[in-house]
């Protein structure tokens, strides 16, 4: 009696252990494949010149110069296929766009937060954030004058 006791505790821990390391496992991967969506994102911004849309995901879609927030729509991001689809339904990304303090128009923040949940049930967010100056951060920084404090 007492050794089946211990074989059925040593049983349903072992149960109990796959669990939480197949939730684990689900973070982990669903956090780098987050953490890659989003560099992807940032990097193709960072690649368009001020006067292009944001998105360039038709007219109707704010350009860089528009303050607020949207929805992305990851598959526009991204070749069609059924990786793709798996990464629709399972992320959604939104980005906000606003102007950077005392910078006259000239520099945007733009920040990008993905948000997914987990096979637990427990919903995860990531975001990232980046300047983005009418001129290149380049030219911002060493070319253009300091303003005022």
């Known amino acids: 009696m007492i050794a089946t006791f211990v074989l059925l505790f040593g049983i349903v821990s072992a ?14 991967r669903n956090t780098t494949l987050a953490a890659q969506v989003l560099q992807s994102e940032m990097e193709r911004i960072r690649l368009l010149p001020w006067s292009t849309s944001v998105s360039e995901i038709g007219p109707a879609r704010p350009s860089i110069s528009t303050l607020g927030n ?46 997914w949940r987990g096979i637990d049930g427990i919903q995860h ?14 030219d911002y920084y060493y070319t253009r004058a300091a303003p005022a404090s």
């Open 70 to 115: 949207e929805e992305v729509n990851l598959r526009d991001l991204f070749p069609a296929g059924p990786t793709t689809d798996n990464l629709v339904r399972r992320f959604t990304m939104t980005r906000a766009v606003s102007d950077a303090p005392g910078r006259d128009g000239e520099m945007k923040i733009i920040t990008l937060t993905i948000t």
């Open 125 to 138: 967010t990531r975001s990232s954030t980046t300047r983005y100056a009418k001129h290149g951060l380049y």
């Open 15 to 28: 149960i109990f252990v796959i669990q939480a390391g197949f939730r684990a496992l689900d973070t982990a």
